[in-house]
Structure formats: structure tokens, C-alpha cells
């Protein structure tokens, strides 16, 4: 009875430590909770895979070549380099087809009823100076002047030397017929007007610096260049156009 009793007793004191052990509170500053490195779990990613590729046996198309800049054309080996500046307009040479040119358009004679065994071949006579460069016509005053070809007036001047004067362009603009000493105009006749061959434009006189007793008409032909300009151009002579043939 007494060990019995005895080990209530025991018990019962054991049992009471130990709630008052439980009821304790936790003291800070224990040791630190171990924390492990556990490797992160990865996840498994499947290999990536190529596409298969597909063999063509079509022929490829290879690119355009490349354009290659124009070659520089090589000088001729006939066409010497100039040996100097290129003539003024009045040193350019007559061509020796201008008169078979000006025969193919069939010129009048620029007065009207001329015989033209009366002209004068005065191309070359020196007057005040210089070459004269055309013909003198000489003819009552008040003569009618003709247009020798179809053209239109490109000028109507007064200038010293010539008076009044008329500058007529053939069709193609390819040369210039002149006209001076004009006592007067057609009526009507304006720069631009389309002469006809044979039309009336205008009657001799001795304005300019012709002698007042020697009515004449004072005309020339002139090739005329690029710029079409009605007072440059080379003369040429129309007295073979009209000379009576030699027997």
C-alpha cells in the first residue's frame, strides 16, 4: 500500500512539471532555424526540334547582274581635235550648193518687168569701203519691188545705209532675201505677212544712202545660221541666179 501510494505521489509530481514546463514562454535569441539549400526543381523542356527541310529540284532563280554605267564613247579617229575658235558667222563659207538650192525654188527677178540682161554683177565692187555684197537694180522710181519667193517679212527696218528696207525669210527659214532704198511700202505690208512670189511688197527709191538721181534696188541673199537671226548671215550672190547664159 505504501509503494503504491508512493508512486501516485511520484506521478502526480511529474505530471505537474510538466504542465508548468508547457506554460512556459519561449525565450528569444535560440538558435536560428536551419534552412536548406535545396536545388530548385527545373522543369523538363522538351528539345526543340528543326523544321525538316525540303529539297527543291526546281533550278533557283539567280539575281539580275548588276548594271554596269555606260562606256564613255571613244573619239573618233577621224574627227581631229579644232585647231582654233570657230569662225564668226560673215567668215563662214559659201556652200556650193547654195545656189542650186536657191534655183530649186524657182527665184523672180525682185523687179518687176527687168530684163535681166540689164543687171550688173556688182557682188564684189568695193562701195564706201567695203565689199559690197549684192546687186544694184537700177529702175525708174516708184517701180514695183516683188517678193522673189514664197516667205514671210521678218523685218521691216530704216538704217542709214539702206533706208527702208525689207527682210523676207524663204519657207524653210533657210536663207534671207533684202530689200533696200525703198522709196515706200505696199500698203498693208507688215513683219510677219506671208509674201507670195511675185506679190508686190514695196517700189524703188533712193532712201539710205543712195544718190537721189540714181534710183535702184539694192538687193542680196544670205544664208542664214542657227538662230535664225534676220540681220547675220553668210551673202551669197544672186547675180548667177538671173545672169543671161553665156553662148
Known amino acids: ?42 522543369a523538363s523542356v522538351p528539345p526543340a526540334t528543326a523544321p525538316p527541310q525540303t529539297l527543291s529540284l526546281a533550278p533557283s532563280a539567280s539575281p539580275p547582274p548588276p548594271e554596269l554605267p555606260p562606256l564613255a564613247a571613244a573619239p573618233s579617229p577621224s ?32 523687179i518687176a518687168g527687168l530684163n535681166v540682161r540689164s543687171i550688173r554683177d556688182t557682188f564684189e565692187e568695193i562701195h564706201s569701203g567695203h565689199r559690197h555684197e549684192a546687186i544694184d537694180i537700177l529702175a525708174p522710181r516708184g517701180t514695183p519691188v516683188l517678193a522673189v519667193d514664197d516667205g514671210p517679212v521678218s523685218k521691216l527696218f530704216t538704217s542709214n545705209p539702206g533706208g527702208l528696207t525689207v527682210y523676207q525669210f524663204d519657207g524653210k527659214g533657210e536663207y534671207c532675201y533684202y530689200y533696200a532704198h525703198l522709196d515706200r511700202y505696199a500698203d498693208g505690208l507688215k513683219e510677219g505677212a506671208l509674201l507670195k512670189r511675185g506679190e508686190t511688197l514695196g517700189y524703188v527709191g533712193t532712201t539710205g544712202n543712195a544718190p537721189m538721181n540714181t534710183p535702184h534696188l539694192h538687193f542680196t541673199i544670205f544664208r542664214l545660221g542657227p538662230e535664225k537671226r534676220w540681220w547675220e548671215g553668210v551673202a551669197v550672190n544672186p547675180y548667177p541666179l538671173w545672169a543671161p547664159a553665156t553662148p
Do not use: Y
Open 1 to 42: 500500500m505504501a509503494k503504491l501510494l508512493a508512486f501516485l505521489l511520484g506521478f502526480t509530481a511529474g505530471a505537474a512539471a510538466l504542465w508548468m514546463w508547457s506554460r512556459a514562454p519561449v525565450r528569444p535569441g535560440g538558435p536560428a532555424p536551419v534552412v536548406r539549400n535545396e536545388p530548385a526543381a527545373v
Open 79 to 110: 574627227a581631229p581635235a579644232s585647231a582654233g575658235p570657230a569662225p564668226t558667222r560673215t567668215d563662214l563659207p559659201v556652200l556650193t550648193t547654195d545656189l542650186d538650192r536657191l534655183r530649186a525654188h524657182g527665184l523672180l527677178p525682185p
